[in-house]
């Protein structure tokens, strides 16, 4: 059954849900009726161009309903909503649980979260804390955690921190700044779609610039009316390379002759396994640098805990944004997260995990060597996902399909580009699989390839 496009996106995706809930919206429309059984989908490219948004966003929440059994999709055939029966269409199913094998990039062990030492932490924390302290907080975030973080920045990334400002995730710092900066942004081509959507959804005009084996093509920048740029600099998002130092060097001085800022996203940069990660940019020009950190990748996204360091011109532009959004974040935990890393706990963790996904990622890499020698990973030397090269002209995206199909979370490359990708590849997360688990989803990728 053919869909007319219009009425689809007039009918199931009104305005304010375009850019932030496909995947929800098609849930529900095929949960309650208004998609049927047998209807055919767009392709993700023209879905992607009809509701304005990055097409990785489509492709993301296309796997993920086939994952959870919504839809199918099969080679040739395009993706098309799958037949529910009237008990399984009233069931909301849990989607990490449809899974086999979920190596989306970006999770970490969650398994290996600390629990007994974050309880313990929120215990000793609230037993410190002032009763003061538990009224509306100072919007720039507990004073307790801003301190240890900008001791822990220096002491770990180099990085010069006066002050340190506390947001709700990485993305809710990502849109502080959107909203402060407006015009045009330069993000990595590719880079996180996630984010790319985040800065368009605020009316930011994002312009894509390639990157190469040294990182973000800084050279490119000047041709641009870009007044900032984002850049995921320790550790390029998704591809792992680490930015030349030359092109460092350019982009501080590209920054400095425009007065614009470099957003520089330092996601993972504790998770590298050879050697210590170069310093953060931001310590070379603190006044055109703003630090983004998370402990999303640490400790768990579900935490919502990430800082920013701002150049001091604009720090009270940046509070009065936060204390306009929500008054503030939560204090509680904040309080709780100084403690941990006041009491080591934090950089015992970060050991214990760092040896865990060393493990891991040895292990998916030999079983690529086994199974499929030909394939090439790239940026193993840190974070928490590899990207594995395809044979040239492997169709990627057809290929995360197949993988769906069989309950494989694996990303397409395809998904992190706004343009043509210049290569095939699949963007793997190893973090929160065992070793076992984790040969078993190579195996299983090897025969939905059919190599
Ligand atoms: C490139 C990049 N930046 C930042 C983040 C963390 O975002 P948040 O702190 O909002 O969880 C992620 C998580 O996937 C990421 O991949």
Redesign the pocket.
Known sequence: METNWTTFRELLLPEHNRRRGVEAELRRAIREGRLAPGTRLPSSRDLAQQLGIARGTVTSAYAQLIGEGYLTARRGSGTTVASLGPESAERTPEPAERWRYNLR???PALSAFPRAEWVAAHRAALAELPDDDLSYPDPAGYSGLRKELADYLARVRGVVARDVVI????????SLLARMLKGSIAVEEP??F??VSMLASHGMRTVPIPVDDHGIRVDLLSTTDCSAVLV?SAHQ??LGVVLHPERRRALVEWAQSRDALIIE?D??AEHRYDRPALGALQSLAPEHVVY??????VLA?A????WLVVPDRLRDTVVDRKRLDDLGSATIPQAALAHLIRTGGYDRHLRRTRALYRKRRDALLNAFADHLPSWRPIGVAAGLHVVMRLPDGTDDLALQQELASRGVNAMALANFYAGEPSYPGLVLGYAALSPDRLRDAVREIHCAAGV
Do not use: C, E, V, W
């Open positions: 990039p970006g999770l947001t709700n995730g990485s993305a809710d710092a990502l880079s996180h996630g984010a995921t998002f998704p996203d996601y993972d983004q950190g998370s402990t999303s990748k996204p935490m919502r805990l990430a």
